[in-house]
């Protein structure tokens, strides 16, 4: 039998914790943090009242006691804490793993740097129009074992999954899986490329020959990628029609094409801006054909969909002056998509967390776009040798976002625009990318025509 240690209390540790309850398994809750008020957690948490919270240690006889470690995506898998449960010969598992094991139903899995939430939340929209139960899950916001409880065999998962739960899954094998795109984040974590690239791709490693996978064509190590998979491989391009014989999706003058020439919808009627959004668009419907959407339910899906909160958000305009909150842009390959959607001069608000990020090419993207640049965070000044470094000098430093909204709309005019796309992660000014975008919105709905 099965001895669960359920390892952080956050809300993935809190909705693992509670699904365990409901199966009448055996666990214990630790959390490092020593200062953790036990009292205000289980009061916050009265489900779990009569659960055994270790905070700091694990007691050497739970550890021998233990079988399993269900590891919040936050706690390295190369940790200390980690490589001593290791020792104790306990398995590791995390949140995506253990709803997959105890869970039914269909999944449909969604990983890669940037526009996993789009695509998730487009994807789990176009499936609503054929299936019946559709659960919108994972690193989206609604951890996936809040949802597995009372799901059955016809239930559908559309699941964002991030390369830190990857890590720990080990049977997890979705029918559809998609990789949108690689390029550089979370080296901090990963230490290298490498790492994180193998990370990512692990999302298709349960998946046989009756599975599908969905690539993008324009990244050069997911093509590569695709041709080494047992499952059946499906592309999208944003830049020219797939090669003969090749299966998949592809944009051509304002048209989201199936291969060889099946128009799809027109990019005009869709609610989304930008190339980046018509390759999440793509994906979205490729994993809805492979799942036996029909096509008129994917175009009535396309056309009801609108952008997702924090991602390119339009918030209001204060005297000719448009506000647009980016602050998913936590790394710079999601920032330059925040720049290129941009279609009048734009003030630029960036920095935050440092994740061993370059900004070399972030900087290049500024051209033509950026009037000025505001810095905030950790890492400001890095930037800012940056920008120098590649001749952008129109910069300045704040100490809080609401001074550097000040700064932007002080000086900007009428038809220009203010952005806040850090290029960094939100943490150590921030809980997270959503409460800076929700406080970047309120600043801005609170400035005076």
């Keep these: 039998m099965e001895v669960y240690l359920v390892v952080g209390t956050g809300k993935s540790g809190v909705a693992a914790s509670n699904l365990l309850k409901e199966k009448n398994e055996k666990f214990y809750l630790y959390d490092g943090n020593v200062s953790l008020n036990k009292e205000g957690f289980f009061e916050k948490n009265p489900s779990l009242k009569g659960v055994e919270l270790f905070l700091g240690e694990v007691p050497e006889h739970v550890k021998e006691e233990v079988t399993c470690a269900v590891l919040s995506p936050g706690v390295p898998t190369d940790s200390e804490f980690v490589l001593d ?10 949140e995506v793993e253990l709803a997959y094991t105890l869970g039914k139903g269909r999944v449909v899995a969604i990983t890669g740097t940037n526009g996993k939430t789009t695509t998730t939340a487009l994807t789990g929209l176009l499936m609503e ?10 690193n989206i916001g ?10 059955t065999d016809d239930s559908v998962f559309v699941a964002e999954i991030s390369s830190f739960q990857l890590e720990t899954c080990d049977t997890f094998a979705p029918k559809v899986s998609a990789i949108l795109n690689i390029t550089p984040d979370h080296l901090d974590r990963h230490h290298t490329m490498e790492n994180y690239i193998a990370a990512k791709e692990s999302v298709t490693k349960n998946q046989t020959k009756d599975d599908v996978c969905v ?4 990244d050069e190590v997911l093509r590569q990628f695709g041709k080494s998979l047992n499952c059946k491989v499906v592309y999208f391009s944003s830049a020219s029609k797939l090669p003969d014989g090749v299966d998949g999706y592809y944009y051509n003058e304002g048209v989201i094409y199936k291969m060889p020439e099946e128009k799809i919808i027109a990019v005009e009627e869709l609610n989304i801006l930008g190339l980046h959004n018509y390759e999440n668009a793509m994906a979205a419907i490729a994993m809805a054909d492979a799942m ?13 969909f609108h952008a997702v909160e924090h ?10 002056v448009r506000f647009y909150n980016d602050s998913k842009g ?56 940056c920008a120098k470094a590649h001749g952008f000098m129109d910069y300045s430093f704040a100490e809080s976002l609401k001074e550097a909204m000040d700064i932007c709309y002080s000086e900007a005019k009428r038809g220009e625009a203010i952005l806040l796309s850090p290029a960094c992660a939100s943490w150590g000014m921030f809980d997270n ?3 800076r975008g929700d406080m970047f919105k309120e600043f801005a709905r609170g400035y005076e025509e």
């Design 85 to 94: 449960l290791r020792k104790h010969n306990i398995s590791l598992s995390g």
């Design 129 to 138: 129009q054929h299936f019946q139960d559709v659960r919108v899950v994972g």
């Design 142 to 151: 609604i951890p996936y074992t809040e949802r597995v409880e009372d799901a």
């Design 215 to 218: 690539l993008n064509y324009e």
């Design 292 to 304: 036996g959407v029909e096509p008129e339910e994917i175009v009535r899906g396309l056309k009801a």
């Design 311 to 320: 991602r390119i958000e339009y918030v209001c305009e204060k005297r000719g």
């Design 330 to 385: 936590t790394n710079p390959d999601a920032a330059i998509k925040g720049i290129e959607a941009m279609d009048r001069p734009t003030y630029l608000i960036g920095g935050g967390y440092d994740k061993n990020s370059t900004y070399d090419e972030w900087i290049d993207s500024f051209h033509g776009k950026v009037k000025k640049l505001v810095l905030i965070g950790q890492t400001k000044e890095k930037i800012a040798e």
């Design 433 to 435: 990318y959503e409460q």
